[in-house]
């Protein structure tokens, strides 16, 4: 497919005020898209049109493993594509196409975190050939609905080409509920198949979601995921393709465990995390990269943009998380627990579109297992709805005296610097993080992420 006038305009003005952006202003992940798309709305399907096309989508760990998927595949493919800071909306994934002219000749591989109300429309255009489901959980309600329409959100995108293939979180029930005309391929952990107990009654999704009766679980990793099954219908989790086999070792920094048993670390801690390299793991082979390889590919040690992101600020060592709904927060807060010495804590909330206007969700967060840990030193408490966060977490047993509140990012960083704790941990919405890591790159801690 040649590109039209409209397109080559569209591509030649977007890729001009990429470079605008980010040669005067420090950047901008997302404008550059929105321009192209305004003189053609499909300007990505020009743009795209010479690559295989994997979306990686799902409420939680979406940035991570399109990283980790992007290092395992280019241990095979010289041109591998991606939209490394997390803009996956369709003006997003536009300007990572702008962003990164095609080089070589034949066809390269674009890996691309896309939104879930997102999957349809980027779909149209780039024809996938893969689709890896990594997890659904209540996020962004005023957005999404619950979890159910946002997998038919999901399901729009993939429906529309039933060859490619879906690789999928088999320990979700909900991603084997539905029979799709799509090749399928499930991982998960192996876990054991004798135990009958039930989730806890505030988990999302505890209900079968072909009959609506409870469901039981064998064992479970976190929240409704696990070796699932319901008593009344029968449904049960898939057979696995590619599996946890071991956990050999967990820190709030690392993670070592073994995927049909190939020994593999990460250096990044949480049991999500696990799961979003074995998400990247069964990618790699359905490409045909060996265990070794991808092993080798998990190994290297890169920090990904405001993920368990590690800064240096001054003599202390901040490390940045996301947090955007209460599955995802509260495992945060469990791996963060695991730490050995007394840490800082700091939650910065936002209440923008991007975050989710409606922060009702902070009350679902296990703070009161944070406080009575007594891991967490001192309490810090930022961002546009600090006076939210700080009441909830003096309803969850912190002292008055013991928690400060600085709405102003300048404030945070300065009370962060004089902290008496060298290991500061720093959890952020998703407008939070940005604005956090703006003023950092300022101060010249950071370079620009975006």
């Known amino acids: ?32 898209g929105q321009i192209a798309n305004r003189i053609d709305p499909q300007v990505l399907r020009t743009l795209g049109q010479n690559y295989d096309v994997i979306v990686v989508t799902g409420t939680n760990g979406k940035t991570l493993t399109t990283s980790l998927i992007v290092k395992v595949l280019k241990k095979k493919y010289k041109e591998v594509l991606t939209n490394p800071t997390g803009s996956n909306m369709l003006q997003g994934i536009t300007t990572a196409f702008l962003a990164q002219p095609k080089r070589g000749h034949g066809r390269g591989i674009a890996v691309l975190e896309v939104d879930e109300a997102n999957v349809a429309p980027v779909a149209a255009q780039l024809k996938p050939n893969a689709f890896v489901l990594t997890n659904i959980f209540r996020d962004q309600m005023d957005r999404y609905g619950e979890f159910y329409t946002t997998y038919q959100k999901i399901l729009n995108g993939v429906t529309r080409d039933p060859e490619a293939m879906v690789i999928a979180n088999g320990d979700a029930p909900i991603f084997s509920s539905r029979k799709l005309p799509n090749p399928v391929t499930y991982y998960g952990f192996e876990l054991t198949a004798n135990g009958d107990h039930k989730a806890p009654p505030n988990t999302d999704g505890v209900l079968c979601p072909v009959c609506q009766h409870i469901l039981h679980y064998h064992a479970q990793t976190y929240a409704n995921l696990g070796n699932y099954f319901c008593p009344h219908c029968g449904f049960k989790r898939p057979a696995l393709t590619h599996q946890i086999t071991e956990v050999t070792q967990m820190t709030p920094q690392s993670s070592d465990f073994m995927i049909d048993d190939q020994p593999c670390h990460i ?10 390299a074995l998400a990247a793991f069964a990618v790699g082979r359905a490409f045909g990269v060996t265990p070794t390889e991808i092993s080798q590919a998990f190994a290297y040690d890169e920090k990904v943009f405001g993920r368990q992101e590690v ?20 495992q945060v807060l469990s791996m963060i627990e695991t730490a050995k010495q007394p840490f800082g804590f700091a939650m910065l909330l936002n209440a923008n579109y991007a975050d989710g206007i409606d922060t009702s969700w902070i009350w679902d967060g296990n703070f009161e297992e944070l ?12 961002g546009e709805r600090y006076k939210d966060i700080g009441l909830r977490l003096t309803v969850a047993g912190v002292p008055e005296k013991a928690l400060v509140s600085k709405p102003a990012l300048d404030d945070v960083i300065s009370t962060l610097k004089r902290s008496p704790q060298d290991q500061l941990y720093v959890l952020a919405t998703y407008t939070a993080m940005l604005q956090l890591r703006k003023k950092l790159s300022d101060g010249g801690y950071i370079k620009a992420g975006f």
Do not use: C
Not at 321 to 326: A, G
């Open 371 to 382: 406080v009575a840990s007594q891991k967490a030193a001192s309490y810090l408490v930022g």
């Open 311 to 330: 800064i240096q600020l001054g003599k202390k060592k901040l490390t940045l998380i996301l947090v955007k709904n209460p599955v995802g927060l509260n």
């Open 267 to 276: 250096d990044i801690g949480g049991m999500y995390n696990i799961y979003n």
């Open 1 to 32: 497919m040649a590109f039209s006038a409209k397109a080559s305009l569209a591509t030649a003005i977007g890729r001009s005020s990429y470079w605008f952006l980010h040669t005067f202003l420090k950047g901008g992940s997302s404008l550059p």
